[in-house]
């Protein structure tokens, strides 16, 4: 039987982009750093995350049904570690000193500084062991600045930089 520890430490040798994903609820804003973050089709536009089934932000998910990812640059080490924090406070307070905008189509906290960024609406939903995967169209692709910026990746459980 292969253990939680074993897994994790395995798949810890695989580096993945860093990504922070926030949706807005109406009463506040809900943010947190995901990893699991792919391209799924560009034709039509789909992208899958996968997040932890027990967090607040996959039951904003699953309420609203749409959010934004942001795609993280090599100068946000700081705002993916706020945002994976244990009882971190709202999105908005999270960027309070980052400049930032809201999504036109879903509501949700966009970086400006972001390498990328996308806005998702949820087509389909599928539980998968201790987390939920959300395959998503992508309905806009809002504009940032950090396009020219290298990016930060997870690797053997610490965040890094390319170059």
């Not at 520890?5 to 922070?20: I, Q, S």
């Not at 904003?60 to 244990?86: C, K, P, S, Y």
Request: net charge negative; hydrophobic share 45%.
């Amino acid at each position: 039987m292969i253990t939680a520890a074993e897994f994790t430490e395995t798949l810890a040798r695989f580096a993945t982009g860093v990504t922070v994903v926030t949706v807005a609820d109406g009463r506040d804003d809900i943010g947190s750093t995901i990893s699991a973050f792919a391209s799924i089709s560009a034709e039509p536009p789909i992208v899958v995350v996968s997040v932890a089934s027990d967090s607040y932000l996959a039951e904003v998910i699953d309420r609203q049904g749409r959010f934004a990812v942001n795609v993280l640059g090599a100068r946000h080490r700081a705002v993916a570690g706020r945002f994976a924090a244990e009882g971190r406070p709202s999105a908005r307070l999270l960027l309070a000193s980052e400049p930032h905008h809201r999504g036109e189509r879903t509501g949700a906290l966009v970086l400006d500084s972001a390498v990328a960024a996308v806005e998702c609406e949820v087509t389909q939903r599928v539980v998968a062991g201790d987390h939920t995967v959300y395959l998503a169209s992508v309905v806009a692709l809002p504009e940032v600045t950090g396009g020219a910026d290298g990016p930060l990746v997870r690797y053997g459980g610490r965040y890094r930089t390319l170059g």
